[in-house]
């Protein structure tokens, strides 16, 4: 405990606690440090984790809160990267996938967090990821196949890109006219729709959309009647030590085996390790608890924010020794038994976001 500090510990339900820590001199005046700090400790014997989607949909966004009063969660706090704006509004910015099914891929090089139930406990563990995918179709004929390599799933085209559409998405892709659409159900082509955009996702099968030399190869070889598998890899470093049940992009890593990671290990702006800012971290204790932790900020006073390397010490002593850092700013939330009881920073409030990690009792 650090001086100045004050921390309250609440039992929430089975395996799960809040504690809640302020930082500084709250009777100073205004212009110093001062921190708001939130963190649930969970024991995975006794609580376990879920991943919640906004109106389960990949486009669109929630409330944290509202995502987990859907679910009937004990507690939550906010997830992954976003699309903020636009026709896409609520697109994961990065990793998601769910029992090995890819929805969203990897981007700007952050880690990852993946989570499972095992052996009744829940384990988790973070990780870089990587992943392969590719489109193999029928050949002409009936001999062999051809394969061309998918650039994205479930998100915008761009020049030359051929991207995976799953029924999580959307009722359609919500693409323009200007590239080509191969819609699939049960391993076969059922109809292709040229220069005309957003096609239905059938519940039971995908969408592979291109643009440029994507569409040209959707129009030469998948036509109605042609077979076709989608095949993908996930790769992660290290290794996982189990099948997640979901993976969930953040970034950057803040810890690994007990130390800090160097900030040249991720690709994110300077910026955004120097400045103070609200953030939320998942992390493992080495007792084997997890923690999911909010940091308030943007707000003088109440709570200043952290730098990257500030909540990498926060995580620290909170005993973690595998941490990351997730979508922060004023997507920062905690929700505990239906209450936020943290103060996010936008001045409406709560805001909604793309995805929640849930805490549920056993």
């Known amino acids: 405990m650090e001086a100045g500090e004050t921390r309250t510990m609440e039992a929430v339900g089975p395996g799960l606690d809040l504690l809640s820590i302020k930082r500084g001199d709250f009777a100073a005046v205004l212009g110093g440090n001062y921190w708001s700090i939130h963190a649930l400790i969970v024991d995975p014997a006794k609580a376990r984790l879920g991943l919640g989607i906004a109106l389960d949909e990949l486009v669109g966004t929630e409330k944290t809160s509202s995502i987990a009063a859907r679910h009937g969660a004990m507690a939550a706090v906010n997830g992954g990267y976003f699309r903020t704006e636009g026709l896409l509004k609520g697109e994961p910015a990065g990793l998601l996938a769910i029992a090995g099914r890819i929805l969203s891929e990897p981007a700007r090089g952050g880690a990852s967090l993946g989570a499972a139930e095992s052996g009744g406990t829940t384990r988790i563990a973070v990780a870089h990821i990587r992943i392969k995918g590719e489109v193999l179709a029928a050949s002409p004929g009936g001999k062999g196949s051809e394969s061309h390599l998918i650039n994205g799933f479930n998100r915008d085209r761009g020049r030359d890109d051929l991207v995976v559409f799953t029924p999580e998405f959307h009722r359609t892709t919500l693409t323009d006219p200007s590239g080509a659409e191969a819609i699939v159900r049960a391993g076969a082509v059922v109809e292709v729709r040229d220069k005309a955009g957003s096609a239905s996702i059938p519940s039971d099968g995908i969408v592979i959309s291109g643009r440029g030399a994507s569409a040209e190869w ?145």
């Open 218 to 362: 959707i129009r030469s070889r998948l036509r109605p009647g042609t077979t076709v598998e989608v095949r993908t890899e996930i790769q992660a470093e290290p290794p996982l030590p189990f099948e997640p049940a979901f993976l969930i992009g953040g970034g950057p890593r803040l810890l690994r085996a007990g130390r800090t990671v160097p900030s040249e290990a991720e690709a994110f702006p300077d910026g955004f390790y120097a400045s103070r800012h609200p953030r939320t971290a998942v992390g493992i204790r080495a007792d084997g608890r997890l923690v999911l932790a909010v940091v308030d900020g943007r707000q003088p006073g109440l709570s200043v924010g952290m730098t990257i390397a500030e909540l990498a010490g926060l995580m620290a002593d909170l005993g973690c020794v595998e941490a990351l850092n997730l979508d922060g700013g004023g997507s920062t939330t905690m929700v505990v038994k239906g209450k936020v009881v943290n103060s996010p920073s936008d001045p409406a409030g709560e805001r909604a976001v793309s995805d929640a990690i849930l805490i549920f009792g056993r």
